[in-house]
Nanobody, 116 residues
Framework: QVRLVESGGGLVQAGGSLRLSCAAS????????MGWYRQTLAYQRETVAT???????EYAGSVKGRFTISRDNAKNTVYLQMNSLKPEDTAVYFC??????????WGQGTQVTVSS
């Protein structure tokens, strides 16, 4: 059973940066396409960025050019570098599988709050 642990969130001013990490334990994730998702009280879960097992990335239009997803398969970890943060990026961020329609048990997420 894979366990996902997200970290790196916090409170930052608009224009600032954060780097999120998602560590997977219990099984390797290197063969899986992975993604970062975010959720607010007002909206359903949104896919922010995805990365295939081969390293091909895709981004939501709202974050393209500001966020970068990457992975370190040796460490079973996926990262999300977030630059030029905006108040509308405020959300709880989660990582999980992407594209397959199947998901590992969701982690607790990490809260990102961007003040204006």
């Amino acid at each position: 059973q894979v366990r996902l642990v997200e970290s790196g969130g916090g409170l930052v001013q608009a224009g600032g940066s954060l780097r999120l990490s998602c560590a997977a334990s219990g099984s390797g994730i290197s063969i899986n396409d992975m993604g970062w998702y975010r959720q607010t009280l007002a909206y359903q879960r949104e896919t922010v960025a995805t990365i295939t097992s081969a390293g091909i990335t895709e981004y939501a239009g709202s974050v393209k050019g500001r966020f970068t997803i990457s992975r370190d398969n040796a460490k079973n970890t996926v990262y999300l570098q977030m630059n030029s943060l905006k108040p509308e990026d405020t959300a709880v961020y989660f990582c999980n599988q992407a594209y397959s329609g199947r998901y590992y048990p969701w982690g607790q997420g990490t809260q990102v709050t961007v003040s204006s």
